[in-house]
Nanobody, 122 residues
Framework: QVQLVESGGGSVQAGDSLRLSCSIS????????LGWFRQAPGKERDFVAV????????FYAGSVKGRFTISGDSGKNTIYLQMNNLAPEDTAVYYC???????????????WGQGTQVTVSS
């Protein structure tokens, strides 16, 4: 069984930064994709960023490219999402997810965290 636990969300002003963390326990597989998704009220769950754990591959949604960075720490078995220059449009519940491939579609992920709220005020 794989467990993912997010932390680091909060309420900030536009232009501020946050770093989200996702602690991973249990079995993982190669190739394995570790991603961040977000869901705003009344909207679908959208892709944010993905990391290929066994490669250097990363990919970002166009809305966050240049502002957000996904990374991993194998020693701590943790992935991060560094979010800079936050905007009100970034307000959502953020979820980390693990899957068999580093893909952008949420339906391809097998394991999900509980979510952490990020609220950005103008």
């Amino acid at each position: 069984q794989v467990q993912l636990v997010e932390s680091g969300g909060g309420s900030v002003q536009a232009g501020d930064s946050l770093r989200l963390s996702c602690s991973i326990s249990g079995r993982t597989f190669t190739p394995y994709g570790l991603g961040w998704f977000r869901q705003a009220p009344g909207k679908e769950r959208d892709f944010v960023a993905v990391l290929g754990w066994s490669s250097d591959d990363t990919f970002y949604a166009g809305s966050v490219k240049g502002r957000f960075t996904i990374s991993g720490d194998s020693g701590k078995n943790t992935i991060y999402l560094q979010m800079n220059n936050l905007a009100p449009e970034d307000t959502a519940v953020y979820y980390c997810a693990g899957g068999r491939l580093p893909v952008t579609a949420s339906t391809w992920y097998d394991y999900w965290g509980q979510g952490t709220q990020v609220t950005v005020s103008s």
